[in-house]
């Protein structure tokens, strides 16, 4: 399979220095997209983490809320200041993991908001390691708990640098309200509830949620001709959408004899790709699917790789999947 990087998608662009994918893949049937989180990362910046100065937060109080910030007063420390101001009780936040977060950036000596993601009604979703996040976040957010509101004060170095970005100087010190709502990293699996898996003709897959790749047991009758897309487990989040990208573990298997093909689970590492560049058995099986659900996908040779072989994958195959859908990028 060739190897080729992927840009993963951010809503405002402004978190991401660059963003990069390393890595190997059975989805796409036309490109051999990679889809999966970056590997390998070059290492970032370190940095002096130091409680304060931070300007006030005088509005928006409540986890979830859009704040309002007040303007920074007198030099903002050249190391970064972070401070929780609502300690969340959740699972710990490590360096490399996938956040979802809710988030406002403003510069410190004017107040001046650039971006925020209340406004968007959209959390973003991105991986907290060098070269997709600036180091500001990756450092200031490691090991804070979900449902924790965090405030930051990013110096350039640890930011844009000295060439900014936009409207942000080289000389600007940025300050982030951040509500981390959740966390994803290898060992993540969904929550949802369980549907029965009654008809002994298509696959069954297991409902642990563990992290561990569920168990998927082909039958050994004829497979079907047409998709199959059956919640195993349904979630209550948004509907996906045939342009969303997604962040998800996965897991795949020949019909025939049931032999593994592909796994995020054996990688430790999770997929994000944009629906769109996949092979048609996932755009149309995962469309319409809720977010946080488990998914079983029985592809026919004609939604899949037809009758050209690919990897491990046989030519005319039928493929099993088994996707946890964690999150919309």
Same mark, same amino acid.
């Given at each position: 399979?060739?190897?080729?990087?992927?840009?993963?998608?951010?809503?405002?662009?402004?978190?991401?220095?660059?963003?990069?994918?390393?890595?190997?893949?059975h989805?796409?049937?036309?490109?051999?997209?990679v889809a999966?989180?970056?590997?390998?990362?070059?290492?970032?910046?370190?940095?002096? /983490?130091?409680?304060g100065?931070?300007?006030?937060?005088t509005?928006?109080?409540?986890f979830?809320?859009?704040?309002?910030?007040?303007?920074?007063?007198?030099?903002p420390?050249?190391?970064?200041a972070?401070?929780?101001v609502?300690?969340?009780?959740?699972t710990?936040?490590?360096? &490399?993991?996938?956040?979802r977060?809710?988030?406002? &950036?403003q510069?410190?000596?004017?107040?001046k908001?650039?971006?925020?993601?209340?406004?968007?009604?959209?959390?973003?979703?991105?991986?907290?390691?060098?070269?997709?996040?600036?180091?500001?976040?990756?450092?200031?957010?490691?090991?804070?708990?979900?449902?924790?509101?965090?405030?930051?004060?990013?110096?350039?170095?640890?930011g844009?640098?000295?060439e900014?970005?936009?409207?942000?100087?080289?000389?600007?010190?940025?300050?982030?309200? /951040?509500?981390?709502?959740?966390?994803?990293? &290898?060992?993540?699996?969904?929550?949802g509830?369980?549907?029965?898996?009654?008809?002994?003709?298509l696959?069954?897959? &297991?409902t642990n949620?563990? =992290?561990?790749?569920?168990a998927?047991?082909?039958?050994?009758?004829?497979?079907?001709?047409?998709?199959?897309a059956?919640?195993v487990?349904e979630?209550?989040?948004?509907e996906?959408?045939?342009?969303?990208?997604?962040?998800?573990?996965?897991?795949?298997?020949?019909?025939?004899g049931?032999?593994?093909?592909?796994?995020?689970?054996?990688?430790k590492?999770l997929a994000?790709?944009?629906?769109?560049?996949? /092979?048609?058995?996932?755009?149309?099986?995962?469309?319409?699917?809720?977010?946080?659900?488990?998914?079983?996908?029985?592809v026919?040779?004609?939604? =899949?790789?037809?009758?050209?072989?690919?990897?491990?994958?046989?030519?005319n195959?039928?493929?099993?999947?088994?996707?946890?859908?964690?999150?919309?990028?």
């Amino acid at each position: 399979m060739r190897r080729r990087s992927l840009l993963l998608a951010v809503p405002a662009g402004l978190l991401t220095l660059s963003a990069c994918g390393d890595g190997q893949s059975h989805q796409d049937k036309d490109k051999d997209q990679v889809a999966e989180s970056p590997s390998a990362p070059e290492p970032g910046a370190s940095a002096k /983490i130091v409680d304060g100065p931070l300007p006030a937060i005088t509005g928006g109080q409540k986890f979830g809320e859009k704040p309002t910030v007040a303007k920074g007063t007198g030099k903002p420390s050249s190391d970064l200041a972070v401070k929780t101001v609502i300690a969340g009780s959740g699972t710990p936040v490590a360096e &490399g993991d996938y956040v979802r977060a809710h988030y406002l &950036g403003q510069i410190w000596d004017t107040a001046k908001v650039f971006d925020n993601s209340y406004d968007r009604k959209q959390p973003l979703v991105i991986q907290l390691q060098p070269g997709s996040v600036i180091d500001g976040w990756r450092l200031g957010l490691a090991g804070k708990k979900t449902r924790s509101r965090v405030e930051m004060a990013v110096p350039p170095a640890l930011g844009y640098g000295a060439e900014g970005r936009g409207d942000i100087k080289g000389t600007d010190t940025m300050v982030f309200v /951040i509500d981390i709502e959740e966390t994803f990293n &290898g060992s993540s699996s969904v929550k949802g509830k369980e549907v029965p898996q009654d008809d002994a003709a298509l696959p069954k897959v &297991g409902t642990n949620t563990d =992290g561990k790749a569920p168990a998927v047991t082909v039958p050994k009758g004829a497979a079907p001709k047409k998709l199959v897309a059956e919640y195993v487990l349904e979630g209550d989040g948004e509907e996906v959408a045939p342009t969303d990208q997604l962040l998800l573990q996965y897991k795949g298997v020949l019909w025939n004899g049931g032999k593994e093909f592909d796994s995020s689970y054996s990688r430790k590492q999770l997929a994000a790709f944009p629906l769109q560049q996949l /092979i048609k058995g996932w755009q149309e099986g995962l469309a319409g699917k809720k977010v946080g659900s488990r998914v079983m996908l029985v592809v026919p040779p004609d939604l =899949g790789y037809g009758d050209q072989a690919s990897g491990e994958i046989p030519a005319n195959s039928t493929l099993v999947f088994t996707l946890d859908i964690l999150a919309k990028m």
